[in-house]
């Protein structure tokens, strides 16, 4: 197991910041807006021969009592109780606050090393801003710039020193990633929660509560998972904030991260223009989909009928993936989602050999040939697999330019019955036979068979007029 830093500290003292220079990444939003994070949010890094996870958590307000500042507390406080070491962020800019010491005092009962970081330090006296964070007992506090990069190599190399040297961290390599999007309070966050059996994130009846991409790794029958919990997605003319665009680009960003997107749409809504734009999007970048339509439960037989009616008329461009009816609530219908989704994730990465595409191939044109395109007729020869994530088929023959693409959408269906290439979409590009040798310019070049001709008859002439063998 990979020893565990929490980050924690009040709202706004940079902690996002400090996740990202310690995992090397841009994961976590960063913005000057106190409590923008809300969930846990996890990371790997490593200095020297030491990996670690990194827990970024929402600022801390002890004094909340319910609401959406409670449930960013009981988040902190479950990482905490999960963590290795905490490092407890202080502002050097702000001084000590009382709601800094309320902090200490519950850090001082955690069952793991606390160490006490004063951020935001750069040019600034170092023993003079750490002076007056010695009252809050919990050693000697360290100056850093999360921002800079100031002392941070110090602070997590004194965190890990209880912990030994190993290999390389445990690789994420085939595990599939399962990005859930959708429009604002339609489940994610809950659907979340029932697949990994716990209060991962925050699922509050409040549109908007998740702002950041939350990578969450679970076991389900012994096979691992990543899940991505994203921000919801509204139509462009209702996004303002400059907090909920950054979000919105996350989401969208986590779609181009997964290699299946499940696309939760709420039952007791209508399908709306902004749930097919979404859809839209995860088609052209050719990620597996699965569709969950979420809160069946409780709906009449009347509204089940229209809804899957809308679905048809509003959807139908997502005939190849799997539309599957869910409660996140109450916990019905995710074992068929997540077989649905191990399907995908299989077809999407699935090898297919030339000489099998090849026949397939023959068998579609010999059923059903290429219209022609003006004097000629396109003639598809062969084909082979030219890429994964989204399954990509390139079609080599003579004049494939004048394939129609209705014809290339029956040469997909033919494929995708052969291969069961369910819950993926599948790419079909063409490559033109130039009909030039291939060997033109080269020593002992075959000849093309124009010259072959050529030869031959002048062979016969030879044999006719002087007697040549």
């Known amino acids: 197991m990979l020893p565990t830093l929490v980050l924690v500290g009040r709202p706004n003292v940079g902690k996002s910041t400090l996740f990202n220079r310690l995992t090397g990444t841009r994961d976590a939003l960063v913005h000057d807006l106190p409590g923008l994070t809300r969930d846990r949010h996890y990371g790997r890094g490593r200095i020297g021969g030491k990996p670690y996870l990194v827990v970024d958590t929402g600022g801390l307000e002890p004094v909340a009592k319910d609401g959406i500042l409670a449930e960013m507390a009981r988040q902190t406080l479950q990482a905490i109780d999960e963590a290795d070491a905490v490092i407890f962020m202080v502002d050097a800019r702000s001084g000590l606050t009382p709601q800094d010491k309320v902090i200490a005092d519950r850090l001082r009962r955690a069952h793991c090393p606390v160490f006490l970081a004063v951020n935001k330090a750069e040019g600034m006296n170092r023993a003079v801003v750490t002076a007056e964070f010695h009252e809050l007992g919990l050693g000697e506090p360290l100056a850093i710039s999360g921002a800079h990069g100031d002392g941070i190599a110090d602070l997590v190399a004194e965190a890990l020193a209880p912990f030994p040297e190993v290999a390389e961290a445990p690789s994420e390599h085939g595990v599939p990633k399962i990005a859930l999007v959708g429009r604002p309070n339609a489940g994610k966050s809950t659907l979340v929660n029932a697949l990994v059996g716990e209060e991962r994130v925050i699922a509050f009846d409040q549109p908007g509560t998740t702002r950041d991409s939350i990578y969450v790794e679970f076991e389900r029958d012994g096979k691992p998972y990543i899940l991505i919990d ?240």
Not at 343 to 348: F, G, I, K
Not at 431 to 446: C, L, R, V
């Open 230 to 469: 994203t921000a919801g997605v509204r139509r462009r003319g209702k996004v303002f904030e400059a907090v909920e665009k950054f979000s919105v680009i996350k989401t969208l960003q986590a779609i181009e991260d997964a290699n299946v997107v499940v696309l939760v749409l709420d039952a007791r809504e209508n399908i709306s223009e902004q749930d097919a734009h979404l859809a839209g999007f995860i088609l052209e970048t050719g990620r597996a989909l699965v569709v969950a339509v979420n809160k069946w439960d409780g709906l009449s037989a009347e509204r089940r009928d229209d809804i899957k009616h809308e679905i048809g008329r509003k959807l139908a461009f997502l005939e190849f993936a799997r539309f599957n009816y869910i409660s996140a609530l109450k916990g019905k219908g995710l074992e068929n989602l997540l077989k649905d989704v191990e399907a995908a994730h299989a077809a999407a990465f699935i090898k297919m050999s030339t000489p099998r595409l090849t026949r397939v191939l023959e068998a579609a044109v010999a059923q059903h040939a290429p219209p022609k395109n003006g004097l000629f007729r396109p003639k598809p020869r062969y084909a082979h697999q030219g890429g994964k994530n989204p399954p990509v088929i390139i079609l080599h023959g003579n004049a494939l330019e004048g394939l129609r693409d209705d014809y290339k959408r029956y040469l997909e269906s033919c494929f995708r019955k052969a291969f069961n290439l369910q819950g993926t979409p599948l790419r079909i590009q063409i490559k033109e036979d130039s009909g030039k040798n291939p060997f033109e310019g080269k020593k002992h070049a075959p000849l093309t068979e124009s010259e072959a001709t050529r030869r031959r008859r002048e062979k016969r002439v030879r044999r006719r007029v002087y007697g040549d063998s």
